[in-house]
């Protein structure tokens, strides 16, 4: 699926970047709701994601009727809309606002309205959504593809070459089987046998082979990538891995690759491989937020009261903001007054309070990581390192 925006200006994406937080972090008119649900990609099961859709209008028109929800009554009725979804269902509307995205993460149903958009359960996409290339061998194809964690699609930079035959065409003007001197023929004197090797015969061979095809696709493929700091994930069969890192000059091929055969990988069994291996590498700096929140600890350069965090949020003072993506803090905050409740149970105004600390975090520069309740430091719902 692919970006794309439909009449009556309806952008409708398949992706979530940086550019789309941005949007989304600029102050709208309010109040600004915000609509996710999980969907079915496909099935009989996809009339569940207009149900929920219908349910979630309904919801907005009742609680938040200043709303125009016009624009995407359409929807409801647009069959084919809805049975090519992806895992999950986003939406985001104000009075002067909409967008809407079909993504690949799972999101529980909700709808929120608050003074800014619900932004937390996106985040992942946007904190981890690592780029990456992947480089899949076999001596028949050469074949480069752009990632990230959430699309990967296939590119052809002007010179790599496309396959063993493409690199060495030269060399190759050969025959395919060759004669080869061999010991006398003892039933006739003074002539000599014949051995026949074809292709694939001589290992040695066809190794010194293989290796001048990769140093080609490695001459070409460094120049193409340049100095950036994007890894690379080899992929082939598991003896041209070896094969391949004695070429490579590239710096940041990583050491673990991904093995069988690419001519039979079907790109999203690809990228899904290659998002697994590269996931480590997102969370680096997450790991030095996790850390260095926990040397700082007893200094007073760290919180984990998510009162005190959503005050602090606001003053620019945060600079790591560690959140669990598992729970909701649903309440009010007056910045006027600096008052912030805490409800046990969601009510028809409250903001998810988690939400509003990492929203003004962001919006002062803080960098802020979901991760997994049970990975929460000190397991509270945020902890925050500040800046002083």
Not at 235 to 247: C, I, M, N, S
Not at 340 to 347: D, F, G, N, T
């Amino acid at each position: 699926m692919e970006n794309f925006v439909i009449p009556g200006d309806m952008h409708i994406a398949d992706a979530f970047s940086r550019n789309d937080l941005d949007a989304l972090l600029t102050p709208e008119t309010g109040p600004c709701v915000s609509v996710y649900m999980p969907t079915h990609k496909s099935g009989k099961k996809t009339w569940q994601n207009v149900t929920r859709f219908k349910n979630a209008l309904a919801e907005i028109q009742e609680l938040f009727p200043e709303i125009d929800t016009e624009p995407v009554m359409g929807l409801v009725e647009d069959t084919t809309f809805w049975q090519h979804q992806n895992e999950g269902f986003a939406m985001f509307i104000s009075p002067d606002f909409l967008r809407i995205y079909r993504l690949p993460r799972t999101f529980p149903e909700v709808v929120v309205a608050a003074e800014q958009f619900h932004l937390t359960p996106v985040l992942p996409l946007v904190v981890y959504n690592t780029l990456f290339y992947i480089l899949a061998l076999s001596q028949n194809e050469c074949r480069l593809f752009k990632c990230s964690m959430q699309t990967c699609r296939e590119i052809r930079p002007e010179n790599l070459p496309e396959s063993l035959a493409d690199a060495l065409r030269f060399d190759l003007q050969e025959k395919q089987l060759q004669f080869h001197t061999a010991s006398p023929d003892p039933q006739k004197p003074g002539k000599k046998s014949v051995a026949f090797h074809g292709h694939g015969v001589n290992t040695d061979e066809d190794k010194t082979r293989i290796l001048r095809y990769f140093q080609a696709i490695d001459n070409d493929l460094t120049d193409f990538l340049g100095a950036g700091h994007i890894p690379l994930i080899l992929a082939g069969v598991e003896y041209l891995h070896p094969l391949y890192k004695t070429a490579n000059s590239y710096p940041h091929l990583l050491d673990e690759g991904i093995k069988g055969n690419m001519e039979e990988e079907k790109i999203q069994d690809l990228h899904a491989a290659g998002t697994k291996i590269v996931a480590p590498v997102t969370r680096q700096e997450l790991d030095r937020a996790v850390k260095q929140y926990h040397d700082l600890k007893g200094t007073g350069r760290t919180a984990n009261d998510l009162e005190q965090i959503v005050k602090e949020s606001t003053a620019g003072r945060i600079s790591y903001l560690i959140f669990s993506e598992d729970e909701h803090a649903w309440g009010e905050f007056t910045p006027e007054q600096g008052t912030v409740i805490l409800h046990a149970e969601k009510q028809k105004q409250d903001q998810d309070l988690l939400n509003t600390a990492v929203c003004h975090a962001m919006g002062n520069g803080a960098s802020v990581f979901p991760v997994p309740g049970t990975q929460m430091p000190d397991q509270f719902p945020a902890a925050a390192v500040f800046r002083y």
